[in-house]
């Protein structure tokens, strides 16, 4: 069951699922990403393409739309298409956490596979995906073929996986398997204790076929309220090779 509670912060409400916090929303101010990683997301927002100039933005995975309203506030007249195939949900937080007036967020109610599959070759700048299901991120759009069809949509874009996992990381390294297939630039993100196996946690995974803004990416993770790690590609294939792409 979806339900909508509010924050002790002014304007702050969460949204849940079954008793677990999927989106925290801030109506007067949609810039406040109360998660941290959320907030390692909006780095990544924020480092892309020009300074604050708009982007054209997919999000497999709506949720409350905490970032889809960052980019909105963030990099004003942003083209952005939701992916969100829960209907229930979509009903609710527009009836209950309204998107502001203008804000260039289309929603679709269609899965992510089948949504990024209609798009047109290089029409995103940024691909976004943070969709789970029970805890877990559906297989459907970790499979190679999935990837070829991302890097297809985002042409010389960026693609952002939000990753949950624990050392020794099984699950992520497959993932990164079948990334390598498409893209020629990798890099991660995550806490210094998830990385060094002492809890699990939200691992943030950048693909594309061109440079990163690495450079960027590390001065937010160092000002970061929470800070954490920047990987390379290199490093990123010496810490989480080995694994075997997942195949439809």
Known sequence: MWEIVATERAGGFVLRHDGRDQSHVDLDDPT?????????MGDVVDAVGEPGAPLRVVHVGGAGMTLARYVAATR???PQIVLEPDAEVTELVRAEL??????????????GRSGVAALRDGQADLLVLDAYDDGLVPADLLTREHFQDVARVLGAGTFLLNLSDRAPFAHTRRVLAGLRESFAQLAMGAEPATLRGRRDGNLMVLASTGPLPLAALRLRAQASAAPYRVLDAALVSDSFGGGVAFAD
């Open 32 to 40: 406040y990403l109360a998660f941290d990683y959320v907030r390692r």
């Open 76 to 78: 004003p007249s942003s």
């Open 98 to 111: 309204p998107l502001p007036r203008r804000s260039g967020i289309k929603v679709r109610p269609v899965d």
